[in-house]
């Protein structure tokens, strides 16, 4: 394993990496197209290069992503941090474009841990697999407290089951946000199962499976929708003859202002009250 990094090291973690294994760390600059196109020639040699990208500027080596890394199958693993909101980082660095543009790449595997341990397993796993490239994106903000799984179906772990009418999907971080929002709807008497997908590309067929138990689907996730887990699964569902309505939410295709990420998320419906009120309305819009 090496370690990649275009002019990060410090922000995205990999300082002390650095300092006790100096000769498996390249910094390349301000130039995340080539840490990408270098870290596709260190595969072909018999590395596993990790490249540790803040997540808004993939968009700058997806051409080399697509192009020298999946086009060849190459195991290297992109982490990328500050993914959805960033907070007062401002417009240019909203993580919000990543998972959209992820989602075209064959091949692909992407990671959306929860929390502390997800992202050491996934992590794990990622490093482990040598068939193809692999990404894991989490945000920026501070670490939560442990959210463990109940049951696990497929790439999908079950946080809390209570009945079988509403299928709360919690991608990555917004999972903590869901539980939260659960709660909120127990006391409009609905039953509310969160699931936490733990893989999100390509989309785990077990999901699928598992909509078809409940009478409403809410997908949450802080990117914006196209190519997201909740797209997806309503296209896979429908594909499946699974009439099961698939409520989406995510962030608005627009440049979002600065702010703290609490605050942007709320305005845009993705805490805790915004999701158990777009889920009340939703229910009440297929079930009134």
């Known amino acids: ?118 992202l050491r397993a996934l992590l794990g796993e990622a490093l482990a697999d040598h068939d193809g490239p692999t990404a894991l994106r989490f945000p920026k903000g501070p670490v939560g407290a442990d959210l463990p799984a109940v049951c696990r179906t497929g790439e999908t772990d079950l946080l809390c089951e209570s009945g079988g009418d509403v299928l709360l999907v919690g991608v990555g971080a917004m999972a903590r946000e869901c539980l939260t929002a659960r709660d909120r709807l127990g006391e409009q008497g609905l039953g509310v199962t969160v699931a936490a997908p733990r893989w999100v590309l390509p989309l785990d067929p077990e999901l699928v499976r598992l909509s078809a138990g409940y009478r409403l689907v809410v997908t949450v996730e802080d990117s914006v929708r196209a190519g997201g887990v909740g797209s997806l699964l309503a296209q896979a569902c429908a594909n499946a003859a699974n009439h099961i309505p698939v409520h989406v939410m995510g962030l608005p295709t627009t440049f979002l202002s600065h702010g703290s990420r609490s605050e942007l998320l709320a305005a845009a419906g993705l805490d805790a009250h915004g999701i158990a009120t777009a889920t009340l309305r939703a229910w009440d819009a297929h079930h009134a």
Not at 50 to 69: G, K
Not at 76 to 82: A, M, Q, S
């Open 1 to 118: 394993m090496v370690a990649v990094s275009a002019a990060m090291l410090g922000p995205t973690g990999l300082g002390p990496f650095a300092e006790l294994f100096p000769d498996r760390v390249f910094d390349v600059g301000i130039a995340e197209q080539h840490a990408v196109c270098s870290a596709a020639g260190m595969s072909m040699g018999g590395l596993h290069p990790v490249v540790a990208l803040y997540a808004t500027f993939l968009n700058r080596a997806f051409d080399q992503f697509l192009m020298d890394v999946a086009l060849h199958r190459l195991p290297v693993t992109l982490v990328l941090d500050r993914a959805g909101v960033t907070g007062p980082d401002g417009p240019s660095h909203h993580g919000m474009w990543d998972h959209t543009l992820l989602s075209v790449i064959p091949g692909l595997r992407l990671a959306a841990p929860r929390d502390a341990p997800t």
